[in-house]
């Protein structure tokens, strides 16, 4: 039986089915990489520019090769920019190979050890490609203050880190996640941290209208498997915080209450 809720993600005025979005890294070859995400069910695919061919390389694969335009939207992202001025760059670049595409996502790294975005450079870069018409999806802290001065700015998405990029340590702070969310009028997405299936569900469940991963597919030991089971999560996950959980209490409550029988 399937249920019937029109309940779509919206990115920069365009809708879509799944809120699940994947990147591109740290695959085999590119023949896992096309089957992982076909198995994700994911609609959006972030690529980063500065470590993928997109067509700047003429000569060496070309990613966009296993991801028709008329089946992905591509996400060009400033991944290992550490500064404003490289990741302007290199979404202008982005936009450039991509025939005026606007949709990016923003990220300004701070420290090559954590890779924690560098806040100040990540709202300058963000104020500048608001300016200069771009859809910025950009990456952050899990501050609740900066989430809402980058939707302030212009940004069309937040995107809160639950952990470490790349750490598979799940939602280390639930509670700013959830303040962020409260406080927002533009999607917030999480980017970073997710390890495995259950981290998805819960960061869906807390109300995230979607979920940003590479590293816990792509280093599964099966990555196609990894990438159903992430879109399963996100669904699921989805499905009960539209429901309403029950609320929590500390005894127990009978499932068949004793209350009218004939004893």
Not at 93 to 122: C, I, N, S, Y
Not at 212 to 225: E, H
Request: charged share 20%; net charge negative.
């Amino acid at each position: 039986m399937t249920i019937d809720t029109p309940d779509s993600l919206v990115i920069a005025g365009k809708s879509y089915s799944s809120r699940l979005l994947v990147g591109t890294g740290k695959y085999r070859d590119l023949e896992e990489t096309g089957k992982a995400i076909e198995a994700s069910g994911a609609e959006i695919v972030t690529v980063a520019i500065r470590r993928t061919n997109i067509g700047q390389n003429p000569g060496e694969e070309n990613l966009l090769d296993i991801l028709p335009a008329d089946r992905y939207t591509i996400l060009p992202n400033t991944a290992g920019c550490f500064n404003t001025e490289d990741a302007v760059r290199t979404c202008r670049l982005a936009r450039e190979l991509l025939g005026g595409h606007k949709l990016v996502k923003l990220e300004v790294l701070g420290d090559q050890k954590t890779l924690f975005p560098d806040v100040t450079a990540t709202l300058e870069a963000a104020e500048i490609l608001v300016k200069d018409d771009f859809d910025v999806m950009v990456y952050t802290n899990d501050d609740p203050l900066i989430a809402k001065r980058l939707e302030e700015i212009g940004c069309v998405a937040v995107m809160p880190l639950a952990a470490p990029i790349g750490s598979g340590l799940g939602i280390r702070n639930p509670y700013n996640i959830l303040t962020i969310i409260e406080n927002a009028n533009v999607p917030i997405l999480v980017d970073a941290g997710v390890g495995t299936a259950s981290d998805a569900t819960i960061a869906m469940e807390l109300g995230c209208d979607g979920i940003l991963m590479n590293t816990a597919i792509a280093q599964a030991q099966n990555p196609v498997l990894m990438a159903s089971a992430m879109r399963k999560g996100v669904e699921a996950g989805r499905e009960a915080f539209l429901a309403g959980r029950m609320p929590r209490k500390r005894f127990a409550s009978a499932s068949s209450p004793i209350e009218g029988l004939i004893l």
